[in-house]
């Protein structure tokens, strides 16, 4: 089992430009969420998937868009990049909406 | 609105010397209560769940336990490896399928 893994692992981006991050399980788990870690922030949730064809926002969603439509992937997307986006972002996988499991992140800069 | 504080923010030991973490948290009903380790460059790393007050679970030099208000993690004779960051969180919403995170509490073991 690879568990929960992000593509890609780093990217620069322009203001303004847009990109999708990629978030793959394969422990056939129900819940699925993307966070962002920031100095002195600590873990915030952007938005989550409590199942296939779902999506809630969390506590930041601003900037961002998220989609679901296989239950093994939870796509992140940024329609126009800013640099208060440069982040890093994690995302992490749960059978019942607890034990969350969390991927390697993706580092993302904005310039 | 729930809240989790971890202390403190840092903490440098010299190899075994035993401290204690902690983690207080304010939530309208308690529904367990996780313990994660964080690598630098990686994601978290799921350690402990806690579900009531006067429970304690063991990991090698791990032992984390619960009270109604917070929740203590010693590390015992730490060795370098240990050297981490270490963030609580509980688990947030009406449904409870979401987690709130600590700010962390970065450990550095000096051989």
């Known amino acids: 089992n690879a568990g929960v893994t992000q593509t890609p692992k780093f990217r620069v981006l322009k203001t303004g430009q847009s990109m999708t991050l990629l978030c793959a399980q394969d422990?056939?788990?129900?819940?699925m969420y993307w966070y962002r870690q920031d100095p002195g922030m600590g873990l915030r949730l952007i938005h989550y998937?409590?199942?296939?064809?779902?999506?809630a926002k969390g506590e930041v969603p601003d900037g961002y868009n998220v989609s679901r439509l296989k239950k093994q992937n939870f796509l992140l997307g940024l329609e126009s990049a800013a640099p208060s986006q440069t982040s890093v972002y994690f995302c992490?996988?749960?059978?019942?909406?607890?034990?969350?499991?969390f991927g390697p992140g993706t580092r993302l800069t904005v310039l | 609105e729930d809240q989790v504080t971890q202390s403190p923010e840092a903490l440098r030991l010299q190899e075994g010397e035993s401290s204690s973490l902690n983690c207080s948290y304010t939530?309208?009903?308690?529904?367990?209560l996780f313990w994660y380790r964080q690598d630098p460059g990686k994601g978290p790393e799921f350690l402990f769940t806690?579900?009531?007050a006067g429970e304690e679970k063991e990991k090698e030099r791990l032992k984390a336990t619960l009270t109604k208000k917070e929740s203590f993690l010693h590390i015992t004779a730490p060795k370098p490896e240990d050297s981490a960051t270490y963030l609580c969180?509980?688990?947030?919403?009406?449904?409870?399928?979401?987690?709130?995170f600590g700010g962390g509490t970065r450990v550095l073991v000096k051989p």
């Open positions: 992490a996988s749960s059978q019942t909406g607890d034990t969350q499991y």
């Open positions: 969180a509980v688990p947030a919403g009406a449904a409870g399928n979401k987690l709130t």
């Open positions: 939530v309208s009903g308690l529904r367990g």
């Open positions: 422990m056939n788990h129900e819940y």
């Open positions: 998937s409590v199942g296939e064809g779902t999506t």
């Open positions: 806690l579900y009531s």
